[in-house]
């Protein structure tokens, strides 16, 4: 079975074009914007048909959200996963900072309408991943029990220094952010604090792959000074890392990404995604391409089968079709 772990939909939206659209703003800032391909359900099931997915689990956006906005989309969601039940499932659009309305509308998407976990980015309310505020959020979704799926701040703050003539801060930034966000939820207590929650962090969380190695060398070299106040773990940091998941999107066919994130993450804790529709929005085939590469990889049959949907079946409790 193939599951998409990110799969962006959206209800549909007046004065709106059908396709993704990139360009630069006339205040010189790189911009995509979505258009109404993700609104389009037919549209969902004719690539997932073409590229050979099974289910896909459906996102929407977080930037801008309000309480309203979630419960309008959570109710779209479910209406797109009653009528395909077995092809759909959703992630919940949630105010982690919203208090106790925000907190009754997590409730009500789980447990009544069958979201299967919290959608929400790599900076909530422009807060990074280990602030405090943060806690009550994380042990709301503790009683759940339903992981929270990080996504990557679209513009996160901080990183000026890629402001380029070329698209430098859109390819790098984002990517670096979510590298960043990963090691703070294994260093900076939260899953120390949170032992039972489950992280899914998407686009293969950044670069993690390329500086895991480093972040091990420095923990060693530091030791008891690696935390400049008190640690704010109790085990070894890599117990953490090697509790999350990861989503294969935002590489298009990205086999070499793969590769590189095979060297430090298990092929039980890696997941097939599309990005769909920022990537392979009219290219289902290059997609069924990706598939067909992962299936290549010189790995136990029962390791790619868990890649491409079988750890995601068993995360999010998914009825095989």
């Given amino acids: 079975m193939i599951v ?14 059908g396709a993704v659209e990139r360009g630069w703003t ?22 997932m048909d073409e590229a050979g997915i099974d289910i896909s689990v459906l996102s929407g956006q977080f930037g801008g959200a309000t309480l309203d906005k979630c419960k309008n989309w959570n109710d779209a969601c ?12 959703g992630f919940a659009s949630v105010l982690p900072l919203g208090g106790d309305a925000a907190f009754d509308e997590m409730d009500r998407a789980v447990n009544q ?8 980015s790599a900076r909530p309310g422009g807060l990074f991943l280990d602030a405090k505020e943060l806690w009550p959020f994380y042990e709301k979704v503790s009683e759940l029990g339903v992981p929270i799926d990080v996504h ?8 000026d ?9 859109y390819v790098l930034a984002r990517e ?33 792959s390329a500086l895991k190695d480093r972040m091990d060398l420095y923990v060693e070299l530091c030791g008891d000074a690696s935390y400049r106040d008190e640690a704010l773990t109790s085990r070894p940091w890599n117990e953490y890392f090697d509790k999350l998941y990861f989503n294969m999107a935002g590489r298009g066919r990205g086999i070499a990404t793969v590769n590189s994130a095979l060297t430090c993450i298990s092929p039980h804790k890696l997941m097939f995604a599309t990005d769909w529709p920022p990537n392979f929005e009219n290219e289902p085939q290059d997609c069924k391409g990706f598939i067909a590469d992962i299936r290549a990889l010189d790995l136990p049959g029962d390791e790619i089968d868990a890649m491409l949907g079988g750890a995601a079946v068993a995360l999010l409790g998914l009825e095989p079709g």
């Avoid at 998409?4 to 074009?17: F, K, N, S, T």
């Avoid at 479910?78 to 499932?89: C, L, T």
């Fill in 161 to 169: 220094g890629f402001d380029a003539p070329w698209v430098l801060g």
């Fill in 176 to 208: 670096l952010d979510i590298t960043g966000a990963t090691f703070r939820l294994c260093l900076g207590g939260v899953l120390e604090d949170f032992p039972e929650l489950r992280f899914i962090v998407t686009h293969f969380g950044g670069a993690v």
């Fill in 26 to 47: 006339d205040e010189g800032q790189f911009r995509y914007a979505r258009g109404n391909s993700a609104s389009d359900v037919d549209r969902h099931l004719w690539f």
């Fill in 4 to 17: 998409d772990l990110e799969h962006h939909y959206r209800p549909a939206r007046d004065g709106v074009g």
């Fill in 78 to 89: 479910a209406r797109v996963v009653g009528d395909h039940p077995k092809r759909f499932a």
């Fill in 113 to 120: 309408l069958g979201m299967k976990g919290v959608h929400i």
């Fill in 152 to 159: 990557v701040e679209t513009n996160p703050d901080g990183y």
